[in-house]
């Protein structure tokens, strides 16, 4: 483990401060007027507003009009080409009220399991197996287990589909290979397993992506906090829930946060392996918003239903940043 | 004077017919410069609607069938009515009347398959019975024959049927054709143009769910055909090891090449011989005119000229089978291709066509494709199915 570098203690947090100590000394405003008094010192000036101008229009542009625009869409009644009737919150009502959307959004919080859980637990074992021992030949590895990220979920998607084909599918096939027969399934066409089965697509993508950022979190905890855990004699479950796991908190949070967004924004998958059935069993929200958007002409709805979901991640991300930090503290 | 067609004809056969008719139109009309806009169907449709009413709209585009395309465009009177031309140039004599009707709306777009014409189509289709000649020796001429056939198929180690519903579009045509040996074609056809009285909760509506629920529980379809792709469903059958195939005449080139003479084509017979055939079909997207057209005589020429006796020569040296009526002598009649259209005559004189189920509605694909699913699987029980997409319908239906 010679890459490791012993953790220093001036981290750049700390520089900031510093920096903003030094700032008393009260230096000439160059731009900012000559009332000094009137502002405490390293306070934002108006003039800084104008060099985040430029940025701030591509957002405004491209992010905030357009949310805006979906927010005012979701609260009408509208097919995309006559004149929509005012439809007040109802849009939003349907989502929490009618069953078939409702389902949906069951559906993403189930998927949560397989597209965070399952990826950041795999890559959590495989990071505490690194932190122990040295692993050769473990770039490669890694570059192998992440590959998966590189590949275009359509593709993914496509190739999932053909190996969960009941009957010349790889894994059906394997199973018959190893004397399993018994255990080949339907996957995507059985009523109970084709919400597990898109699910574990996920987890075969996203595990390479948690497994690549909690091992290089645990290149970064000092080794000298598992010498000490060794000298007070902890095995290595007590050394992974003492030092690694607490170590990787903030990794953790990325990890999680990042994963979540991509199963409840998740729409490909369901898109190109089964559409949303067999009956309406894998329908999720994002793919409700594409098929009343494009499909059936209900513009409103889809938006609501799109709003209801950006609200969802956002609430799910605060509170998985609020966990790892308040752990932190 | 330049004419934009936005049109989706972008694959082999469809590709080759529309680039030759438009050569062949500019070389008779050399003031008509066409400007032609191809997409995918998935691109056309979803891009369609916000060109049609945007400030440069093209002069004609297919806008396809059914209340959640051509109707909203009608409602939004963003389409020509065309019916003035169709006296003009004499367009009800090409066609059979079923096909006519799936062009039609009234001026509100409330009522489906009556009032103004507002397109033509080119090319027909028909969902039917493929069969493989090594495996049934004689086609069966009576329903109790198909599922007698059926039956001895399943104990000789086969799979009577081959189906695939992963993509939950397929099991409406394997209902449909079912439903067309309990219902009359008229009775479809009313309920799928949301006729007064019409009703999805009939008794041959029932009916034809037990038959084809029945069939499923004998296992004469693919096993765990809910998981089954539509294309590896079909790639089965050319292996020769199943009997039977539902499916669409746009297989015909593909399974054609795979077997070559020993498939062959015709529709699921009726309950007893000799009646009328009745068959699940339809015809391509429709060519229509916006109402922003500078040139509507120009485009209504267009249409005219890609749809008349010529242009069903041209479709068939193309390999595409005509919807309009074909000049005598042109139609092929051997092979596989020969049993289709012969079949597609046959129902066009007998007015046997039934239209896709999904025009319904605007949601009435996702209702019907997943209650279908959840039917076959033993989820619902036929009244069950019956009942729960009739709910789904007449929401839409009160709404009128």
Redesign the interface.
Known sequence: MSAIEPATTSSPASAVAAGVAGAEARPDWPLGGTRKEARPPGEPRRVGYLYVLPAFLILAGFILYPLGHAVYLSLWHW????VGTWAGLSNYGDVVSDPALRAAFGHALLLLVFYALLPVAIGLLIAGLVARAQVRGLAFFRTVIFLPQVIAMVVVAVMW?MI?????GALNELLRAVGLGSLTQ??????NL?LPSVGGIATWVYYGLAMVLLTAGVQKIPQSLYDAARVDGAGPVREFFAVTLPGLRGEIAVALTLTTIFALRNFDLVYI????????QTSVPAFEVY?RA?????VGSAAAIGISLALVIFLISVLINRVAERGAR | MTLTVWDQEVRGGQAAQIRELNKQFQEKYPNVTIKRVAKSFEDL??TL?LAV?GPRAPDVVQANQGR?VMG??V??R?LRPLTDYEQVYGWDDRYSKLLLDLNKFSPDAKQFGVGDLYGLSQMGEIVGLFYNKRLVRTVPETLEQFEQQLAAAKRAGQTPIEFG????WPGIHEYETVLGRYATPQQVSDFVFAADGASFDAPEFTDAARAIQGWAKSGYF????????YD?AWQ?FTRGQSPYLIAGTWLVADLARAMGDDVGFTILPARSAGEDPVALGGEGLPFTITTASKNPDVAAAYIDFITDANAARVLVETDNLPAMTVPDGVAPTDGLIGDVFSAWRELNAANGIIPYLDYAT??F??DI???I??LL?G?QSPEEFTQGVEAKYSEFAGSL
């Open positions: 097919d995309g080409l006559t589909r969960y084909d009941p009957e010349n339907s996957w995507l066409g059985d009523f084709a392996t089964t559409k949303g059935g067999p009956g309406n098929d494009f499909q059936s002409g209900q | 449709n979803t609607k009413s959640p909203q465009l409602r939004a963003l519903n992963l993509d939950k693919t096993e765990d055909f809910n998981g089954v792709g590896p089965r605007p949601t694909y996702d494709s997943a209650a699913q959840e699987a989820k």
